[in-house]
């Protein structure tokens, strides 16, 4: 059986929920619902777009630290709370994924965890074999 890595963020909602920002077992890179909250400080704004844009720069982080990149993402799950700005969304993702391309859902929820936050994403990697 390949080995668990547990990837913090350093949050300290981790151990009072119980998760890791990810999770890697043998070549599998799992990312939890990652937010577009630095510390107490929510970036973005009122925009999905920036929003997006910082979510994915930390789950590029949290990929990185657990040995894979932004291009072995398979799939991401995309938590919206209103689907009529999808268009804002669905730029920043494209603006990481155009060539990759992984599989991908885009959902519209009735809130997050703090009303401020408007986009929430999941993402799974999958790391070459070497």
């Known amino acids: 059986m390949s ?8 949050s300290p909602w981790e151990n009072i929920v119980g998760y890791s920002r990810a999770v890697r077992i043998g070549n599998i890179v799992e990312v939890a619902g990652t937010t577009a909250v630095d510390g107490d400080v929510l970036i973005g704004g009122d925009s999905m777009y920036e929003q997006t844009k910082f979510i994915l720069q930390k789950i ?3 990929l990185i630290s657990a040995g894979a990149s ?10 919206v709370t209103d689907i009529s700005r999808w268009e804002e969304v669905g730029k920043a993702h494209g603006e990481v994924f155009q060539n990759i391309k992984p599989a991908s859902a885009m959902i519209e929820v009735k809130g997050l965890i703090n009303q401020q936050m408007l986009v929430e994403i999941e ?3 999958i790391v070459p074999e070497k």
Not at 70 to 79: A, K
């Open 60 to 62: 590029e982080k949290a």
């Open 70 to 79: 932004m291009n072995d993402v398979v799939r991401t799950r995309v938590y």
């Open 123 to 125: 993402a799974t990697a």
């Open 3 to 10: 080995n668990r890595i547990n990837i913090s963020s350093g």
